[in-house]
């Protein structure tokens, strides 16, 4: 398996790295030298299986990859093809599995003679809008009718504020978009596609794509704890160090009591915005916990004095132990896929406050096919006031619908242990993917 170097797609990949291991199959996961300097938990103190390898991508471990990102990705695509060839010259693969934002691995597969499977880690309706977007095969907005609604089978109405970025008119330019087309445009270099979702969470979209560019999927691929299976120490990965204390803090809090709110590892937010956050939680009353990575927290009227009886706020929060706890009673999220199967599978329902990429189209996916949130609206300066965050608390915690969210999210975290279970829809696929690998090895 080729990972790419963050903590949302090196989990995902390492879980399905173990449940082939459960599975007999012998797994090592590749990804960059930098990973290491990056993640504060990597080998030796994470479990095996499966274990690491690393390549380098051409750059210093120092180089500031994030403000240099266009060039650093053209260095990781020259770099790891050679290093990469390198490193599997001399290993007997029958597979290999890679992350779809590294286009290259599965070149460097097809010189090598080895199939090639893609993880697609956002869900498989992205993988659906995106796989017919880049292949034309619908109608889409454009800059002469930017606010077209988008109809695909498999799929709710799906109006502009819903659509991932990379499908709009005014972003097409950038390397994303690029890279999509090439990749999209060319999937028959994959023999298989990997989802992380599960059939009965996106049945409709999965089945939509079964006669065009098939795609399983083999999740939640979320820790196992979180589905009710034996506690195997799977932290995953770390990039930041998590602040465990917050459990001990809400231990003492009441059942379903308790806002849970973070925006993931890469969503910025602006300086207005976490002030119209601050108010809203403060005013709400409710007890929470607030992942703030920014090291300056704006404190209006004295937030943080004001509120340190009623929350906690932490740089990094061990965020699925937080949302398996009793205490939590909703969880403010920017929709990330990994935050989105977690919080399905610990049973919380969501308020959306989705920023880009496939996040907007994740919040209408949680509003109206999974139903177990509400969405956040921005007013026309793109700023969600603290009035909107408040009506969104209230109505979670104990509007009409409460009992409906919490129900739905209930109904859907059973759905998440019975896929991954043996026998279950997840479980099978894994067993049909690992007899394909096998098969195609005799
Ligand atoms: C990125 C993209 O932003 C997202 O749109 C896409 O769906 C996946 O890749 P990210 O923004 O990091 O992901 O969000 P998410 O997918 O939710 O992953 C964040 C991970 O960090 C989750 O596994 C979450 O449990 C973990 N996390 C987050 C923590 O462990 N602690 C925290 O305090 C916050």
Redesign the pocket.
């Known amino acids: 398996m080729v990972a790419l170097s963050s903590?949302?797609h090196l989990?995902p990949m390492l879980r399905i790295g173990k449940r082939l291991v459960n599975k007999g199959l012998h797994v090592t996961l590749a990804t960059t030298e930098f990973t290491v300097t990056a993640c504060s938990n990597l080998p030796p103190s994470t479990p095996p299986p499966p274990p690491f390898c690393f390549f380098s991508d051409g750059q210093s471990l120092n180089y500031d990859r994030m403000a240099n990102y266009e060039s650093y990705k053209k260095s990781l695509a020259k770099f790891g093809t050679i290093n990469l060839s390198n490193l599997i010259s001399h290993k007997k693969l029958s597979c290999i599995i890679t992350n779809p934002f590294l286009t290259w691995v599965a070149d460097v597969a097809i010189n090598h003679g080895i199939p090639c499977a893609m993880f697609w880690?956002?869900p498989c309706s992205l993988y659906a809008i995106y796989y017919r977007f880049y292949n034309k095969l619908n109608s889409f907005p454009t800059l002469t009718d930017p606010d077209m609604s988008v109809e695909l089978p498999g799929l709710p109405l799906l109006h502009t504020e819903d659509l991932p970025s990379y499908v709009l008119p005014s972003i097409l330019f950038g390397s994303l978009p690029k890279m999509f087309s090439e990749m999209f445009q060319n999937m028959k270099r994959y023999k298989w596609v990997l989802g992380n979702s599960f059939f009965g969470l996106e049945k409709d979209a999965i089945e939509s794509m079964a006669d065009l560019c098939p795609i399983s999927p083999l999740g939640p691929l979320v820790p196992p704890s979180l589905l009710g299976e034996d506690e195997d120490h799977d932290r995953g990965v770390e990039m930041w160090k998590?602040e465990d204390t917050c459990i001990e803090w809400l231990n003492k809090e009441a059942p379903s009591s308790v806002i849970y709110v973070?925006f993931?590892?890469?969503?910025v937010l602006s300086a207005k915005q976490m002030e119209c956050i601050a108010k809203a939680l403060k005013n709400s009353n409710s007890p929470f916990i607030w992942?703030v990575k920014q090291p300056d927290l704006p404190e209006p009227d004295g937030f943080l004095e004001e509120t340190k009886d009623q929350g906690v706020i932490v740089s990094?929060?061990?965020?699925?132990k937080v949302l398996a706890h009793p205490a939590i009673a909703c969880f403010i999220t920017?929709c990330?896929?990994?935050?989105v199967l977690?919080t399905i599978s610990a049973g919380v329902p969501v308020i959306a406050y989705p920023k880009w990429?496939?996040?907007p189209t994740n919040a209408k996916l949680i509003v109206d096919v999974f139903r177990i949130g509400l969405r956040l609206r921005a007013n026309q300066d793109g700023i969600v006031s603290n009035e909107e965050v408040e009506r969104c608390i209230r109505e979670i915690m104990d509007g009409p619908k409460c009992v409906e969210l919490k129900s739905n999210a209930r109904e859907l975290r059973i759905a998440a242990r019975e896929a991954v279970a043996g026998g279950g829809s997840s479980d099978k696929n894994i067993l049909l993917f690992v007899d394909e690998i096998i098969e195609s090895c005799v």
């Open positions: 903590q949302g989990n880690i956002q998590a973070s993931g590892s890469v969503v992942v990094w929060s061990p965020q699925t920017h990330g896929w990994n935050s977690e990429s496939d996040q």
